[in-house]
C-alpha cells in the first residue's frame, strides 16, 4: 500500500530537485519572507495529480489503526493535546496519515518554495502552493522583475520543524508548521548594488505556514494556504 505523504513530498523532491539541484545542493536562493511573502488566511488552492510518483510498496509504514494514541504521534504531539486530537481526527478519515512523514515532508516543501520564491520560479510554486498564496508571491515577484532586482541567497542551517496547530474543518484537514532557519541573504538591483541584506551577516528567519488538503479527494497533495511570519 502506498503512503500518500511520502508520495507527495518525494515526487516534489524528484520532479523539481533534478530542475533545481545545482542550487539546492549549495542551499541558496532564500529571500526573508517577513519582507515580502503575501500571508493569506487559509486559502484554498487546486491541485494536480501530474506530481505524484508511486513509491515501492515496501517502503511504505503500517497503518496508525494499530498503534496506540500514546504511541502514535510520540516525538510530535503531547498525548491529549489540541495537537494530537487534531491528528487523531485526521487519521480517523485517513487511515494511513502518518504525522513524522508529514513533518519531514513539509520541510522539504519549505525548502522548495522558498528557493524558488526567490529564484522566480512560478512552476514550481503553482504546483505548491494553493492559488490565492501562489498570486501574492507572483505580484512580489513581479515587482521585483520589473525593477531588475536579484537575490542572492543561502540556507545556513534548519532546525527542525514544529507543528504548531491542527485543525479539521469539515473535509479539509489544515496543519500549522513553524519554520526556523538561518540564512545569509542579499538583494542587489539592477547594478549590482547591494539594496536589503548583508553578504557577510547571518539572520534568523521564523515563518509559520500552513498546508491544507481535501481528505476525501482522490489527489493525495498538500498545498501551501497561509503563511505568516513569526
Do not use: C
Not at 21 to 47: C, D, F, I, K, M
Not at 50 to 58: E, S, T, W, Y
Not at 103 to 125: H, K, P, W
Not at 157 to 169: C, F, H, W
Amino acid at each position: 500500500m502506498f503512503d500518500i505523504y511520502i508520495i507527495i513530498f518525494v515526487a516534489l523532491a524528484i520532479v523539481i530537485f533534478l530542475k533545481l539541484r545545482s542550487v539546492l545542493g549549495q542551499r541558496t536562493g532564500r529571500e526573508r519572507p517577513h519582507h515580502t511573502y503575501s500571508a493569506r488566511n487559509a486559502a484554498r488552492g487546486t491541485t494536480s495529480d501530474n506530481d505524484v510518483v508511486k513509491l515501492p510498496a515496501d517502503t511504505m509504514p503500517a497503518s496508525t489503526e494499530s498503534v496506540s494514541a500514546a504511541e502514535r504521534w510520540k516525538g510530535i504531539a503531547e498525548p491529549g493535546s489540541f495537537v494530537a486530537g487534531g491528528f487523531d481526527a485526521i487519521a480517523r478519515k485517513d487511515k494511513l496519515f502518518d504525522a513524522n512523514h508529514f513533518l519531514s515532508g513539509a520541510q522539504t516543501a519549505y525548502e522548495m518554495i522558498v528557493l524558488a520564491y526567490a529564484q522566480g520560479d512560478r512552476r514550481t510554486l503553482r504546483k505548491l502552493l494553493s492559488r490565492e498564496v501562489y498570486e501574492g508571491f507572483e505580484v512580489t515577484i513581479r515587482e521585483r522583475e520589473s525593477k531588475g532586482e536579484t537575490v542572492e541567497s543561502r540556507f545556513v542551517t534548519i532546525e527542525k520543524p514544529d507543528i504548531t496547530a491542527v485543525e479539521l474543518r469539515n473535509r479539509i484537514a489544515q496543519i500549522t508548521v513553524l519554520f526556523v532557519s538561518q540564512i545569509i541573504s542579499v538583494t542587489r538591483d539592477k547594478t549590482g548594488t547591494v539594496i536589503d541584506g548583508d553578504p557577510e551577516k547571518v539572520t534568523d528567519v521564523t515563518d509559520i505556514w500552513t498546508f491544507a488538503r481535501n481528505l476525501p479527494s482522490r489527489d493525495p497533495n498538500w498545498k501551501l494556504v497561509a503563511t505568516e511570519a513569526g
